[in-house]
C-alpha cells in the first residue's frame, strides 16, 4: 500500500482513443503531481495541483489535460496522443508548505503504450 | 527546467563495497535534495532526503551535501545485490512545489 494509487497500470491505446489516468492519495496531502518518465530522460514535471489549483503546467501539449476535483483525487485525461507519448506516468504528492521540505510519494505508474 | 546532473552509469560493484553516487545541480536556490531508489519496473521510492550541508547518516545509506559545490552524493556501505537499481537525484526548487530529477545512476552490486 503505497498510499498514492494509480489506475490503470497498464494501458494501451491507439493514437484516435480518448482515455483517462486516475491517481488518488490516502495520505492527507495538499499537493498532486504528474510525471512523465521516459527511457533514458530525467522524469518530466507535467502539471502540479496545490489545494486543487493548478500551479504549475510545463509547456504539456494540449493532447494532455489535467483535472484535479480534490486534494485526494487527479486526473490525466488523454486524447489523440501520438506513439512518442508511450511512457510511465507518475503520479505524486507531497504535504507541500514553504516551510516544509517534506519529500514527494509517488503511485505505482500507468505504463502507457500509444499504437 | 532546472539542470540536476547525474553520471548514468552503469556502476558496478561488488557485494560488500561502498557504492558512491553523485549528483550536481545548477540552481543555487534550491534547498532541499532527495535520493530515490527505483527497481526497474516500479516506481520511486525515497531513500534519503537532507537539507543542510554536511553528512546524514541513516543505516548503511549517508546523504552529503554541499551547497557551495552544488554537489550532492549518496554512500551506500555495505552494499548488497538487492542494492541493485536506479538511484534518482532530486531538488525541490526554494520553498515552491516543484522537483526535478536527474536521469538516475544504474547500480549494480555483484555478488
Known amino acids: 500500500e503505497t498510499g498514492v494509487t494509480q489506475t490503470p497500470r497498464h494501458l494501451v491505446m491507439g493514437m484516435t482513443n480518448k482515455k483517462s489516468l486516475k491517481c488518488e492519495q490516502h495520505l492527507g496531502h495538499n499537493a498532486m503531481y504528474w510525471y512523465k518518465q521516459s527511457a533514458k530522460k530525467p522524469l518530466e514535471l507535467m502539471f502540479v495541483?496545490?489545494?486543487?489549483?493548478?500551479?504549475e503546467n510545463n509547456s504539456v501539449p494540449s493532447r494532455f489535460s489535467p483535472e484535479c476535483p480534490n486534494s485526494s483525487h487527479l486526473f490525466l485525461h488523454l486524447h489523440t496522443l501520438q506513439p512518442e507519448d508511450s511512457a510511465l506516468y507518475l503520479c505524486?504528492?507531497?504535504?507541500?508548505?514553504?516551510?516544509?521540505?517534506?519529500?514527494?510519494?509517488f503511485g505505482n505508474g500507468t505504463r502507457l503504450t500509444v499504437t | 527546467q532546472k539542470e540536476v546532473e547525474q553520471n548514468s552509469g552503469p556502476l558496478s560493484v561488488p557485494e560488500g563495497a561502498i557504492a558512491s553516487l553523485n549528483c550536481t545541480y545548477s540552481d543555487r536556490v534550491s534547498q532541499s535534495f532527495f535520493w530515490y531508489r527505483q527497481y526497474s519496473g516500479k516506481s520511486p521510492e525515497l531513500i534519503m532526503s537532507?537539507?543542510?550541508?554536511g553528512d546524514k547518516e541513516d543505516g548503511r545509506f549517508t546523504a552529503q551535501l554541499n551547497k557551495a559545490s552544488q554537489y550532492v552524493s549518496l554512500l551506500i556501505r555495505d552494499s548488497q545485490p538487492s542494492d541493485s537499481a536506479t538511484y534518482l537525484c532530486a531538488l525541490r526548487l526554494g520553498t515552491g512545489n516543484q522537483f526535478y530529477f536527474g536521469t538516475g545512476t544504474s547500480l549494480t552490486v555483484i555478488p
Open positions: 495541483y496545490n489545494f486543487k489549483e493548478q500551479t
Open positions: 505524486a504528492s507531497s504535504p507541500f508548505t514553504r516551510a516544509d521540505n517534506s519529500p514527494l510519494h
Open positions: 537532507i537539507y543542510s550541508n
